[in-house]
């Protein structure tokens, strides 16, 4: 599509994207659907309509309908997944006595990980290792094997990272869990939709998804719990989704989520390679047209929708305020953290100093991206970071 | 509307209303927007839309907008007001060291505020009363002053109940603990729409409201906390809300949350008399057309949509089924509740006994609700009454 201030070239998908036109409309239906609770016949359809949903993420992870529940966002889902993990789930000490639970987790995962374990730590109610990544973000099972203890409660590792792209090995990390029986969380929220999941295969206790970037709506996400597992609620009340989770389900947005979820797995089963391609097709030309460029993140193991990259000698906001006035919409960092004007905690954690972070570019495609897009925003990034980097020259001499 | 199993006439609003169609175009164009957290051109006009939903909100109830947050249901915004309220209030015992909180709630409140202060006491983390009420469903003043202990943090006390009607008198309530230095919590979800609330008026420190009832969407909901108030958030992460509810905003259903705020604000300037005047027309042709027939809840403070009867020798479950059959829409009880077969909690609180309650029926009209409606639903409540109870008796007699 042509760059103009109407339609500007999407490379910022990690926090939103476009909705699939089939998730859309499948939302203006449910916005007529009454309360999934109610007994009657309208309720019946609603509740209908949101079971068909649930089967929908089930399979976009390989798993039961039944493991899945709704939540209103991801970070609830972590926030679910830490706590309710830990309500349930109590190791004995030599005596027979509960210990004061470890939880593993680490350095790059979304701040709603970091912040819940924070917070259970300021008050008293567990000890936290946070495990710290090599420089291309990965988190070694060696370092996870050396922190279990046998007060260790759950390990939460996130699947992928939605700034630097970075993939884990979860089927690997989550096994030392086991072997130490730990519980394994996994935050998926950056690799859903774009990189194939399996729970039971990855072999993990618990799975947070959304499709925000994805092509899903904002207002739903999910929690994967495998079968079997405790967890207590977070949200209690009218005993929703089977007691897991009370509370209205936001229906439309969990109807999308569903359609989502399925448009997904079309496009996953057609393989990853093309959205990869299209990506390495971006990074080059931006090689090619912009000196001194750093790629962040694993060349490998990496999400086929995301690229990161430093610019040296600008600085983030002026780029990406530059790049949507000539119509590239492109992101700071992590979503989450988009408004705060520091380096982020993953750009820290693999390495980067203040200065070299300065120029951090976060580049997100999604399934509906053209070469057309990504030949144009590489023209219009090499053109916008020409004078800013003049600019910012004259004003380090000045200073 | 006439009775048709297409268009049936609905008088189980409780839980979920249609939606008003300015609320579903407006969530139709917000389904096209970014993330308000995003910093470009595409997340401003999110950040906008997000902001103009919430001086709607502030407008409903006499708040200023920074006062409101955004929350994905009430179930949240009850137990986050819980939580967070006494996780950021401690009061001091006589040694200058924190006391063990305490929390004083009514025996009508909704689960999710029953579920939150138990779940707390369960954990040892407060002490709870719960006050009862009188027939009529009203929490008294007196019985709240008796509670009140110096170690009182918290008093939670519903604005009106949605499934008797009762309205409380929340300005006298809350004075009174204020008058004891606690904070006063009130969840107004059955009368936001309905009722005309003001907080500053009321002197509530916090407020749950929600817009499923009245012509609002499911997945979003508010809770108000007094400026200046200290209040911990439930979920943390990437700052939303000033820090208050962290998570990606459910944009869509906040915007519809907005409008249909908007849309109340205007019929509740016209006054509710003539939305209570329809559902005294449903009683007296009930009254008139059905024998051992009893009405519950107060007569004089009570929510102008809702009616809730017990009608002797039949079943709600038998009597809901048949009237979703013959194109009446009824509730059975407590919407969250709705699949719970057995006397609701608040019925046992009026003093109902399981047999008086056996015959329960929510009746909860809208702001869209006609004469006609009324009139058509009534001859067909006493229509299917009449044979119900007589298989009712023959059972009986058989056993």
């Known amino acids: 599509m042509p760059a103009s201030p109407l339609q500007p070239i999407n490379l910022d998908n990690a926090a939103a994207s476009p909705l699939w036109p089939e998730a859309r409309q499948a939302m203006l239906e449910a916005l007529s659907l009454g309360n999934p609770s109610s007994t009657h016949a309208a309720g019946r359809s609603a509740k209908q309509a949101l079971e068909r949903a649930r089967g929908q993420i089930a399979d976009l992870i390989a798993a039961k309908p039944a493991a899945v529940h709704f939540t209103s966002c991801a970070t609830e889902s972590n926030a679910w997944a830490i706590r309710g993990l830990l309500g349930a789930n109590k190791r004995l000490s030599g005596a027979n006595k509960p210990s004061t639970p470890h939880v593993i987790i680490s350095a790059i995962e979304h701040p709603s990980v970091l912040s ?136 439309a947005a969990a109807v999308g989520l569903g359609v989502a979820a399925e448009q997904a797995q079309k496009r996953l089963s057609q393989g990853i390679a093309p959205l990869a391609a299209l990506r390495d097709r971006l990074v080059r030309a931006l090689r090619q047209g912009i000196e001194k460029l750093r790629i962040n993140g694993s060349t490998q193991e990496r999400l086929p929708q995301n690229a990161h990259v430093c610019i040296e000698g600008v600085s983030s906001e002026s780029l990406v305020l530059g790049l949507d006035q000539a119509g590239v919409l492109a992101g700071l960092g992590s979503a989450c953290n988009a408004k705060a004007m520091r380096p982020s905690h993953v750009l820290k954690a693999i390495g980067l100093s203040d200065e070299e972070a300065a120029g951090a570019l976060v580049l997100s495609l999604n399934w509906m991206t053209t070469e057309s897009d990504v030949d144009q925003a590489a023209a219009i990034i090499a053109k916008v970071v020409e004078p800013l980097r003049r600019v910012s020259a004259l004003t380090a001499r000045i200073r």
């Not at 730590?121 to 988190?139: H, M, P, W």
């Not at 086991?178 to 394994?184: D, G, N, T």
């Not at 690799?191 to 998804?209: E, N, R, S």
């Open 116 to 251: 819940a374990a924070r917070r259970l730590e300021l008050d008293g109610a567990i000890s936290t290792t946070t495990l710290s990544v090599d420089a291309e973000g990965f988190v070694s099972s060696g370092d996870l094997e050396k922190a279990l203890t046998g007060q260790t409660v759950l390990v939460s590792v996130m699947a992928a990272n939605g700034e630097i792209g970075t993939v884990q090995r979860i089927r690997e990390l989550a096994g030392v869990a086991r072997s130490h029986q730990a519980l394994f969380h996994t935050d998926a929220v950056a690799a859903a939709g774009y990189w194939p999941i399996d729970v039971k295969a990855w072999g993990v206790d618990a799975l947070t998804l959304s499709l925000n970037a994805c092509h899903g709506p904002m207002g739903a996400a999910a929690l994967y719990v495998r079968e079997g597992l405790r967890i207590l609620p977070l949200l209690e009340g009218g005993g929703q989704e089977r007691g897991g989770r009370s509370g209205t389900e936001p229906l």
